[in-house]
């Protein structure tokens, strides 16, 4: 019995202005891979991370999610059917504390946010989840603080809690590590590791450590289009890969 | 065609292009300043006003047309410097609530400032003399006022694009607009620039109110009136866009001009009309991006 | 500015247990609806035909707060809503005089939230300056159709000689008197209602929070499955809707309609009374209002020309006291309460 793939983009282009961003992606998640996009910078990854998550409408293809085509969906019915996303630019409620951050996306989970009124047997679960959510990533101590005080890398781990509070299928990360120092994207990679459990993930990083650490095969996107895909070792050893990226790298 | 209705038509097409002219001056230093800065200056129409006033104050004491049309501009351009300098730049970053809280009250002031100086009533100006009579075309007699409305928006806009386009400073002014950042970084006042800007803009408006004078006189309520117009054409045009606003003026002055000949006790709603039916075909203005 | 000017609206955490911040305000708002209730005990006839006056007022600048502090969008054509159902009401009772008042009063709000529906739709499309403008732009179109549909609005003369002889459950009661505390309350006794179901529902239930969440960060909103349009859109009809119910009030306060009440600068009035009130408080517009009344009665005695001190009052709120008087209080009680702090330990 061959499930249906959590994820398939198929023939995906898209252009700006300035030419094509993309085009002809094709790309499949089965149901708890987890897969790693590499790329160098303007390959089209936060582009296509838009087309699967809503944000942007490919000028053509389509994206599935579970055998269903949801291309052209609005980014909120996309994270109802189960897709959540991180952001590579912080996007937080920054004026509210981590509580409250937290609790926005779980009342929208539980479907408890359209409440007129306060049934309190219904919203104090509510409570110990924003509460457990918070411990996960190890914010259990600061959930008064407002959020635009805390720490960058508290900030980060804030940003996966959001997306991981509401249990999606589908876990979409855009450079979860930017801006973290070593510590902290060890811790990150933990948590990750620990957290994710068997839910599909897509990641986009720029520190090899953290896709490599995660990702059970890595696809590379090079100019808008798919240079290579396979696992971890068959992408370190594959030559186009060396040359355009980490041939780069290694310079 | 009948003589009558082809005389018609002359008549509309000239308040067309009167109109045109007026309700650009007004509203090009607001879609300016707004694209930009990002500045909505509620208080645009208020300098107008009192561009109106002055000269109205001018020819009273000179009785010279023409030394108001030279004078009063300048005035009001250099107030609204002042003005520019002193509250608005500590705006600049804020939001557009606060910067429309800001000038509106700052309208309110302008408004009752110059009631207490020249009292609730309308005035007149009357244009110069040689200005003042009527001239002959395809059956229709016409006035020449209007005529001296188009010309001078029409030297005033070339003017401004020839020094747009053909100086230095236009040519810095132009970036400006567009990566205000790197021209701050290659060494050029960017501040000044936008005052430049700011200056010229509400310069423009107070020509327009200068010549609107003999045309429909200075009333208190001229400020209001035209702020809603100026709104409409920069919402119709696409915030920011001076294209955007060009057009949707020429559609005011269309259904202004001809409208008001056929349908003339429904004039008060033409605007609105030509906001709806742009709208209706461009959601975000005529020149407006999905993003702004 | 901008985050001090819409203020914190997150009431401070709601944890488990209620905060001091929100017991104080819990205590402010019972505290204001009971002086504005007995008020008419204590105070000259007049005094209460004033105070008629500014709860209508301060229900409608608590009606445009709801979309400027919980949405963060600043409506310049409110008075649009506030007038239609002015209008709406007088016309309904030149058709049926005998319609009893709550009906009266339910139709017209619905007729309103009905008319928020429709321009919603185009105006929350777009925020910022956009907003702003197509509100204004739409509050003109009113006045426009006031103005000059004569023989329905009556034009510049406006509506008047209506009055809802159906009072239902008070069959003593009459409102032919306008000023007096019997008008007073009957306008209180569905005002207060109206307003505490639409405090309740911003600042007490998951409702309000998705409303917050929405104007906090839009974006981010969308993404955790926030529908972000249909949040503002509704919270657009409610604000309508409450302006109808103040609108109807007004109409039934004062027994006449005119275009004053869909004008232009009725619609920035209002924003004046809700900044100056605070708008970071849910009920401090209705204390701007109660203030809006008094000092303007005694500046218009002063001098003509009073409407320059609004001009005043709207650069110096936004310049020096973004938060409003709500804002002033909140700040000097804080001070009290650190300095108190301090001396105990």
Redesign the interface.
């Known amino acids: 019995m061959s499930e249906l793939p959590t994820l398939h983009l198929s023939r995906i282009a898209k252009s700006f202005g300035s030419g094509p961003v993309l085009q002809d992606v094709n790309l499949s998640l089965q149901s708890g891979e987890r897969r790693g996009l590499i790329g160098p910078n303007g390959a089209g990854k936060t582009t296509l991370i838009n087309i699967i998550t809503g944000g942007l409408a490919p000028d053509s293809g389509d994206v599935f999610f579970q055998g269903q085509r949801i291309t052209g969906l609005s980014p909120y019915r996309r994270n109802r059917i189960g897709i959540g996303r991180s952001f590579q630019i912080l996007s937080l409620f920054g004026e509210m504390t981590v509580r409250e951050n937290l609790r926005n996306a779980l009342l929208r989970h539980r479907g408890l946010h359209v409440l007129p009124w306060r049934a309190a047997a219904r919203l104090a679960p509510i409570e110990d989840e924003v509460a457990q959510a918070a411990e996960l990533v190890g914010l259990g101590d600061v959930l008064k603080a407002r959020v635009d005080t805390l720490p960058y890398g508290m900030q980060r781990r804030l940003d996966i809690a959001l997306v991981l509070a509401q249990e999606p299928a589908l876990v979409v990360l855009d450079e979860p590590a930017a801006g973290l120092s070593g510590a902290e994207t060890r811790d990150l990679i933990d948590l990750l590791q620990t957290r994710l459990g068997d839910r599909t993930l897509l990641l986009v990083e720029h520190d090899m450590d953290v896709v490599y650490s995660l990702s059970d095969r890595i696809t590379v996107l090079d100019y808008g289009r798919v240079l290579a895909e396979g696992s971890p070792a068959e992408i370190s050893a594959n030559s186009d890969v060396r040359r355009v990226y980490l041939g780069e790298d290694a310079a | 065609m009948t003589h009558a209705f082809a005389s018609l038509l002359v008549a509309g097409a000239l308040d067309t292009l009167t109109f045109w002219s007026l309700s650009f001056m007004i509203a090009a230093g607001l879609t300016v300043v707004f694209g930009m800065l990002g500045f909505l200056n509620a208080a645009h129409t208020a300098f107008y006003m009192l561009a109106g006033y002055a000269a109205y104050a001018i020819v009273r004491h000179t009785g010279s047309f023409w030394l108001a049309l030279a004078l009063a501009p300048v005035i009001v351009a250099l107030i609204g410097v002042a003005v520019e300098r002193l509250l608005f730049t500590r705006l600049y970053r804020a939001s557009h609530a606060s910067q429309l809280l800001l000038t509106i009250g700052l309208a309110y002031i302008i408004a009752e400032g110059a009631k207490i100086i020249w009292g609730d009533s309308a005035f007149t100006v009357a244009p110069p003399p040689i200005l003042a009579g009527r001239f002959s075309l395809l059956g229709a007699t016409l006035p020449i006022y209007h005529l001296f409305i188009i010309s001078v928006a029409l030297v005033l806009l070339c003017v401004i694009s020839v020094l747009l386009v053909g100086t230095r400073l236009g040519m810095v002014v132009r970036a400006a607009a567009v990566y205000p950042e790197m021209v701050g970084a290659l060494g050029f006042k960017v501040r000044t620039i936008y005052t430049l800007v700011f200056a010229v803009g509400l310069f423009l408006a107070a020509c327009a109110g200068v010549v609107m004078a003999p045309l429909a006189g200075v009333y208190p309520g001229m400020a209001d009136d035209a702020l809603v117009q100026s709104f409409i054409i920069v919402v119709a045009g696409g915030l920011g866009s001076l294209p955007g606003a060009f057009i949707v003026a020429g559609l005011l002055g269309v259904v202004q001009g001809f409208g008001s000949v056929f349908f003339s006790s429904y004039a008060i709603f033409f605007p609105f009309i030509v906001l709806g039916g742009v709208l209706l075909v461009r959601p975000h203005g005529l020149f407006g991006g999905r993003a702004a | 500015?901008?985050?001090t000017?819409?203020a914190?609206t997150?009431a401070a955490?709601?944890?488990?247990r209620l905060s001091s911040a929100k017991r104080a305000e819990t205590a402010a708002t019972v505290l204001l609806l009971a002086l504005l209730i007995v008020a008419p005990t204590f105070v000259s006839r007049s005094t209460v035909n004033d105070l008629g006056q500014a709860v209508c007022l301060g229900l409608f600048a608590i009606s445009f707060n709801l979309l400027?502090k919980y949405s963060?969008l600043?409506s310049?054509g409110h008075a649009a809503f506030f007038g239609f159902a002015a209008y709406a009401e007088a016309l309904l009772l030149q058709s049926w005089p005998g319609l009893p008042l709550p009906l009266l009063v339910v139709g017209t709000v619905l007729s309103t939230a009905i008319l928020g529906l429709l321009l919603g739709q185009?105006c929350v499309?777009?925020s910022?300056?956009?907003f702003?403008?197509?509100t204004?732009?739409i509050g003109?179109?009113f006045y426009?159709v006031a103005?000059?549909w004569q023989g329905v609005t009556g034009g510049t003369d406006g509506l008047d000689s209506f009055m809802p002889q159906n009072l239902l459950l008070l069959p003593r009661w009459s409102l032919d008197n306008p000023g007096t505390a019997q008008t007073y309350w009957l306008i209180l006794a569905i005002l207060i209602p109206a307003a505490l179901a639409a405090w309740?529902?911003l600042e007490?239930?998951?409702?309000g929070?998705?409303v917050?969440?929405v104007r906090?960060?839009e974006?981010?909103?969308?993404?955790?499955?926030?529908?972000?349009h249909g949040v503002k859109l509704a919270n657009f009809v409610l604000s309508a809707a409450l302006a109808g119910v103040a609108g109807a009030l007004w109409a039934i306060d004062n027994g006449f309609v005119s275009t004053d009440s869909v004008d232009?600068?009725f619609s920035?009035t209002v924003?004046i009374v809700a900044?100056l009130g605070g708008s970071g408080w849910f009920w401090g517009p209705m204390v701007g209002a109660v203030i809006y009344i008094a000092v303007s009665d005694r500046l218009s005695a002063l001098t003509p020309?009073w409407?320059?001190f609004?001009?005043?009052?709207?650069?110096g709120?936004?310049?020096f006291a973004?938060r409003g008087l709500a804002g002033l209080v909140q700040s000097i009680w804080q001070r009290v309460l650190t300095r108190r702090g301090r001396q105990n330990v």
């Open positions: 500015m901008s985050q000017l819409l914190r997150t955490d709601r944890g488990p400027f963060g600043l310049f185009v499309r777009r910022g300056a956009y702003s403008m197509t204004l732009t003109a179109f426009a103005f000059k309740a529902l007490w239930t998951p409702w929070n998705a917050v969440a906090s960060n974006k981010r909103a969308a993404f955790l499955g926030y529908d972000t232009l600068s920035t924003i900044l020309h409407q320059i609004l001009g005043l009052a709207f650069v709120i936004v310049l973004p």
